[in-house]
C-alpha cells in the first residue's frame, strides 16, 4: 500500500501505529479469554489460557512484538486505553489463581507477581520463536502450561 493510500485511513504514522496495538491486543486478549470460559476447573482455564496466549505470541511473532514491545511508541492517551486492554488480561488471570486457590488446588502466595510471570513467559516467545525451530506453537503452549500449573502449585 502506499503512503496515499495509507493516510486516506489513518492521520498518522502514529494513529496506524494504535490501531495496529489495538487489535493486536483484542485478537490476543480473545485467545486467552476463550480458555477462561470453559466449565472446566481452574487448572484447566489457567492451563488452557496460557497454553493458548502462549500459541498466539509464537503464531503471530510480527504482530505480538509491536504489540507488546512498541508502547512507548504510542501517545500517552493511547497508552491509557492500551493499558486497560492489558489490565483485563490481569484481572482474568488473577481470579482464576485466586479460584484456584479459593478450591485448594493451588498453592500461591504472591497472585499477582506469579500472574506477571506466566505473561512474561508467553510474551517472550514473541522474541524468540521462529518456524524453523524443533517445536510447534502448539507444542510450546502445551508445555507453557504445564510450566503454569507448577508455577501455582497445583495440587490435583
Request: proline share 5%; aromatic share 8%; with cysteine.
Amino acid at each position: 500500500m502506499s503512503p496515499a493510500a495509507l493516510y486516506v485511513h489513518y492521520r498518522s504514522k502514529t494513529s496506524l501505529l494504535t490501531e495496529i496495538v489495538k487489535l493486536g491486543h483484542q485478537s490476543a486478549l480473545a485467545a486467552f479469554g476463550r480458555a477462561l470460559e470453559g466449565p472446566d476447573s481452574p487448572s484447566d482455564r489457567v492451563a488452557g489460557a496460557v497454553c493458548d496466549f502462549t500459541i498466539w505470541n509464537a503464531s503471530n511473532t510480527r504482530l505480538a512484538r509491536v504489540v507488546q514491545y512498541e508502547l512507548d511508541a504510542l501517545p500517552r492517551q493511547d497508552r491509557r486505553a492500551i493499558g486497560a486492554l492489558r489490565t483485563q488480561f490481569e484481572t482474568l488471570l488473577n481470579a482464576e489463581i485466586e479460584r484456584g486457590n479459593d478450591d485448594g488446588l493451588f498453592s500461591v502466595d504472591d497472585v499477582p507477581g506469579t500472574a506477571t510471570a506466566l505473561f512474561s513467559l508467553c510474551i517472550d516467545v514473541a522474541r524468540w520463536y521462529s518456524p524453523r525451530r524443533d517445536r510447534s506453537p502448539e507444542e510450546i503452549g502445551r508445555l507453557y502450561g504445564d510450566l503454569a500449573l507448577r508455577m501455582v502449585g497445583f495440587n490435583p
